[in-house]
């Protein structure tokens, strides 16, 4: 065996790897600890993308099932009591918080018709608004818990596989350096085992940042979905009297 080959061998740990596994196996431990890291946030933004799917999911349920129950009811009261019913989402804590508002100020006010000087003033109208955005920001920062994890790992995780690259690429030439080897037979281990984390950060990066633009669209949908039942929650108050 020639000298050349013999450092061949001696880079990748008493064997050429011939596979991705091999070839992390084979790797050193600064990039063992890269791609260790690395599989911690794959695991963590899995679960993640996993739990929130399910969220939205349920919440999208949810949404059908209120709105279905809001619209087959002929008066607010009637709303009020089919929602009683009906599991906690954002929707009904959206209505029982206006409701619960509206009954604060005004008790008994949807089981008759308002009399004179029993409709909401302008002050009251206004903080009835203000209860409802409170309670829209509320459920929208609900929605986005968690999500701030998934953009940090899209972030973060190609910059730390740079990292195990630029340590790796540094290791294969100071070996090259120290063995005087230099034809491609000798770089090409260093070089392929510095460039897995570049992979590892991508492939955490990438569905972290899929998610992460998709769950975003859908808090969005349901805020915009929040705000405009609020406003019709109020139109419907005063198409009864009560503003």
Not at 62 to 85: H, I, N
Not at 229 to 241: D, K, M, N, P, S
Request: charged share 15%.
């Amino acid at each position: 065996m020639d000298r050349e080959g013999s450092v061949v061998i001696l880079q990748v740990g008493g064997a050429v790897p011939t596979t991705e596994l091999e070839l992390i196996a084979s790797s050193s431990f600064a990039t063992k600890i890269v791609l260790a890291v690395l599989a911690t946030f794959s695991a963590i933004s899995w679960f993640l993308i996993f739990a929130k799917v399910w969220q939205f999911r349920r919440v999208r349920r949810a949404g059908e099932s209120f709105f279905g129950a809001v619209e087959g009811a002929t008066r607010l009261e009637e709303a009020q009591q089919a929602v009683t019913t009906m599991p906690a989402s954002p929707y009904t804590r959206l209505f029982r918080e206006g409701m619960s508002f509206f009954t604060e100020v005004r008790p008994g006010g949807l089981r008759r018709r308002p009399q004179g000087g029993e409709t909401l003033t302008p002050s009251q109208l206004e903080a009835l608004r203000m209860v409802l955005e409170s309670q829209v920001d509320a459920e929208h920062d609900q929605l986005g818990r968690y999500m701030p994890w998934l953009a940090t790992f899209g972030s973060v995780s190609p910059l730390l596989g740079l990292l195990g690259t630029v340590l790796g690429v540094m290791d294969a030439f100071i070996g090259i350096s120290t063995s005087g080897a230099g034809n491609i037979a000798a770089v090409a281990p260093g070089v392929a085992e510095a460039l897995v984390t570049t992979v590892g950060g991508l492939a955490v990066a990438i569905p972290s940042v899929i998610a992460y633009n998709i769950f975003t669209a859908r808090q969005n949908f349901v805020a915009v979905e929040l705000e405009g039942f609020a406003r019709e929650l109020i139109v419907t108050l005063a198409r009864e009297g009560h503003v």
